[in-house]
């Protein structure tokens, strides 16, 4: 498959390894142990999946980030997710990744056990499309992702505006990225430099992390998703911090524009606005948000059936937090 | 999840776009981006292309990782 096969070409991993160590070398003598994060939850899959945590010489610390949009969602927006689905006329749509997640009592899976309509879609175009078709009911997409995700759920609440679909509405918890990686910079852990997201930046572009780069002088290496890909982001981010440098590199360069897609952030923004947000188990992040802009406030489920969270009291057993700030 | 997969434009339609992967066709919304070709690789994120492909950067990447293949550089050592 074009643009998969050529990044996972396991003669030039092997060669890109060899490269790895050699740049590895250079962090001083006796080398210095230096710790990368990948922000990304779709990274610290692929590094696991294909056993990059073996090919990284011990000098090299990979660590996860909070950027797994689920993981990072409260348990109290499930408490919600699931009192809207209880609702006579309810129909619940989701990506499928929200439905086992344990609220405090229940789960959407349990609840549909219980015969309530949960269903997973694959577009959220799909979830505007079954609202057409069950007009006496009303959907209620459960909109959680960054800003790779958030201008297609923007897409369906303007699709839903434009045709007139009335019982079409979003509960969102969407996040932004650049946000909790300034956070972790006065966290405790010492970061020496991120991978930063493939599909995020696509949208944001390099310029989404300038501020960063400039504010705490950290390494940031954008990275795709593919072993190869992955192998030579650790090798730049080695190479910035050997060097003494921190600057925006892009080694996604095929996918990711330096502007990022500007018509997505105009959609994004048309329909969203950035606010305040609770981050499961790290807490309230200033900016770290979006909601939904009074304009499209119909479109908005916690307006239209007048639901807030609650607040959240995660499990006291919950790890989430320790492992979303890489300290575990 | 950001998953994303690259994919081939075989029609632009009204609506959208139909694009393939290895023999797989799904029809996915071309909302997010301007001028969308039949031939175009794109990325797919649940069902919208969220960016199109550099080939030129993409193929620059590609003749970048091989041509370590020819190079001196010996990475045995490390196995």
């Known amino acids: 498959m074009k643009y998969i096969n050529e990044f996972r070409d396991q003669r030039i991993a092997k060669k890109l390894t060899g490269r790895l160590a050699a740049e590895a070398g250079r962090l001083g003598s006796p080398a210095r142990t230096v710790t990368l994060m990948e922000v990304c939850g779709t990274h610290t899959m692929s590094i696991y999946r294909h056993g990059i945590k073996a090919l990284v010489p011990d000098t090299v610390r990979l660590v996860s980030g909070p950027g797994c949009p689920v993981c990072v969602t409260p348990v109290g927006y499930v408490d919600t997710a699931i009192e809207l689905c209880r609702m006579e006329g309810a129909i619940t749509a989701n990506f499928g990744d929200m439905i086992r997640v344990p609220g405090t009592k229940s789960s959407l899976l349990n609840e549909r056990g219980r015969g309530r309509d949960i269903r997973v879609v694959y577009s959220p175009l799909d979830a505007v499309t079954m609202a057409k078709e069950n007009p006496k009911s009303q959907m209620i997409f459960l909109g959680v992702g960054f800003e790779t995700t958030t201008p297609l759920i923007a897409s369906a609440i303007l699709t839903a505006a434009r045709e007139g679909v009335e019982n079409f509405s979003v509960l969102a918890a969407h996040k932004v990225m650049p946000e909790p990686m300034e956070a972790l910079m006065s966290g405790e852990l010492k970061i020496d430099g991120y991978i930063c997201p493939a599909h995020v930046s696509a949208i944001i572009g390099e310029k989404g992390y300038i501020r960063l780069v400039e504010k705490y002088h950290i390494p940031c290496v954008i990275t795709g998703f593919e072993p190869l890909d992955i192998l030579r982001g650790i090798t730049m981010l080695v190479t910035q911090i050997a060097d003494g440098r921190a600057q925006v590199e892009n080694e996604y360069c095929r996918v990711v524009k330096p502007e990022g897609n500007v018509k997505a952030r105009e959609i994004l923004y048309e329909v969203f606005e950035k606010s305040d947000a609770v981050w499961r188990g790290v807490g309230l992040i200033k900016d770290s948000g979006l909601a939904i802009r009074e304009k499209y406030g119909k479109y908005d489920a916690a307006r239209r059936f007048g639901v807030s969270a609650p607040e959240s009291k995660e499990n006291p057993a919950c790890l989430c937090g320790e492992i979303l700030k890489g300290l575990k | ?79």
């Open chain 2, 1 to 79: 999840m950001c998953v994303a997969v690259p994919m081939k434009v075989v029609e632009v339609t009204e609506f959208g776009c139909v694009a393939e992967i290895g023999g797989m066709r799904k029809e996915a919304s071309i909302m997010l981006l301007n001028d969308v070709r039949v031939g175009d690789y794109v990325m797919i994120h649940a069902g919208f292309a969220i960016e199109k492909i550099n080939p030129e950067a993409a193929e620059e990447t590609i003749r970048l990782m091989r041509e370590i293949l020819d190079s001196e550089e010996n990475a045995d050592e490390v196995y």
